[in-house]
T-cell receptor
C-alpha cells in the first residue's frame, strides 16, 4: 500500500496563478483533510471531507477550494495564488470507526509551495 | 491566544538524556490527546494517543495527561539520535462538530 500520496512535491507559482494539489489514499478511508504548516504555527486545517461528495471548512479556508469526487482523492485548489499562501501543504486521511479510530490521521509527504 | 500552546524550542540534549515535552490547552472539552512525530521534510506520524488523565507508556515513551490543569506531556527516556525530530501535540473534541487542534511543534535534537 502506498498510503497517502501527494502531487506535486514542489511547486513555484507567480502571484495570481492557479493550481491544484492532488491527494490520493489507498486505505479506503472516509475522512480526508488538507492542512498547511508554517513555522511557529503548527498544522492548520484548511478543509476536510467526511465522505465522497462532501466537504467542510476548517480553520483557514479563505483562498482555497476543495473537491472530493472520488473517495480516494481529495483536491485542493488555489484560484489566485498569493504570497501568503507560501507554505508546506499536507494531506491526511483517517478511518471512522465506532471504536474511535478516527483520531489517527495518516499524512502524506507534503507539497512545498512558493508563491512569488 | 491559541487554543493549544506548545513551546517550539529548539531543544538539544545529549544521547541517553530524558526529553520532556509539554502542551497546554484552553478548551476543557478536548477529549483525545495525541503526540505526532515529524522527521525533517516528512509528514507527521502518530506516536501515542490517550483519552484519559494519567500516564500511558509505550517502550521509551510516556504520555501524560492532566485534564484538571489542561496540561499534557511526553517523556522520552534513553533518548537516541534517531529521536531527533519535531514533536507535535494534538487534541480532538467530538460534540456537534469535530475539532482537531495541533500545537506548533517542538524541535528536538539528540546529540550523539
Amino acid at each position: 500500500n502506498a498510503g497517502v500520496t501527494q502531487t506535486p512535491k514542489f511547486r513555484v507559482l507567480k502571484t495570481g496563478q492557479s493550481m491544484t494539489l492532488l491527494c490520493a489514499q489507498d486505505m479506503n478511508h472516509e475522512y480526508m483533510y488538507w492542512y498547511r504548516q508554517d513555522p511557529g504555527m503548527g498544522l492548520r486545517l484548511i478543509h476536510y471531507s467526511v465522505g465522497e461528495g462532501t466537504t467542510a471548512k476548517g480553520e483557514v479556508p479563505d483562498g482555497y477550494n476543495v473537491s472530493r469526487l472520488k473517495k480516494q482523492n481529495f483536491l485542493l485548489g488555489l484560484e489566485s495564488a498569493a504570497p501568503s499562501q507560501t507554505s508546506v501543504y499536507f494531506c491526511a486521511s483517517s478511518k471512522f470507526t465506532l471504536a474511535g479510530g478516527l483520531w489517527e490521521q495518516f499524512f502524506g509527504p507534503g507539497t512545498r509551495l512558493t508563491v512569488l | 491566544q491559541k487554543e493549544v500552546e506548545q513551546d517550539p524550542g529548539p531543544l538539544s540534549v545529549p544521547e541517553g538524556a530524558i526529553v520532556s515535552l509539554n502542551c497546554t490547552y484552553s478548551n476543557s472539552a478536548f477529549q483525545y490527546f495525541m503526540w505526532y512525530r515529524q522527521y525533517s521534510r516528512k509528514g507527521p506520524e502518530l506516536l501515542m494517543y490517550t483519552y484519559s488523565s494519567g500516564n500511558k507508556e509505550d517502550g521509551r515513551f510516556t504520555a501524560q495527561v492532566d485534564k484538571s490543569s489542561k496540561y499534557i506531556s511526553l517523556f522520552i527516556r534513553d533518548s537516541q539520535p534517531s529521536d531527533s525530530a519535531t514533536y507535535l501535540c494534538a487534541m480532538i473534541l467530538f460534540s456537534n462538530d469535530y475539532k482537531l487542534s495541533f500545537g506548533a511543534g517542538t524541535t528536538v535534537t539528540v546529540r550523539a
